[in-house]
């Protein structure tokens, strides 16, 4: 099994910046797909972003494509999502999950979820 735990939430102002970190225990992540998720309040978990499990793909929800950027430090079993130019519709409980089949280049199945790091941004 493989517990996450989302950091780097707050609060940022319409078109600052927040870099989420999402980090891993349990077992190495450097064999699995990961992705950032988010919930706002009344809306559903909707997906935010992906990348395989060497880093070489990565995947993004139209609403953040060029503001965000997902990667990944194997060394550090740890995943990024930098979040650029946010706006007041980016404000949610962001969550990082992982796909444990092994030597995916997308995300499927998510076995795993962290417990979610809040995002506010002040318009």
């Known amino acids: 099994q493989v517990q996450l735990v989302e950091s780097g939430g707050g609060m940022a102002q319409a078109g600052g910046s927040l870099r989420l970190s999402c980090g891993a225990s349990?077992?190495?992540?450097?064999?699995?797909?990961m992705g950032w998720f988010r919930q706002a309040p009344g809306k559903e978990r909707e997906f935010v972003a992906a990348?395989?499990?060497?880093?070489?793909?990565?995947y993004y929800a139209d609403s953040v494509k060029g503001r965000f950027t997902i990667s990944r430090e194997n060394a550090k079993n740890t995943v990024y999502l930098k979040m650029n130019s946010l706006k007041p519709e980016d404000k949610a409980v962001y969550y990082c999950?992982?796909?444990?089949?092994?030597?995916?280049?997308?995300?499927?199945?998510?076995?795993?979820w962290g417990q979610g790091t809040q995002v506010t941004v002040s318009s």
């Open positions: 999950a992982v796909d444990l089949n092994t030597y995916r280049n997308s995300l499927g199945e998510t076995s795993s």
């Open positions: 349990g077992r190495s992540i450097s064999r699995y797909a």
């Open positions: 990348i395989s499990w060497n880093g070489g793909r990565t």
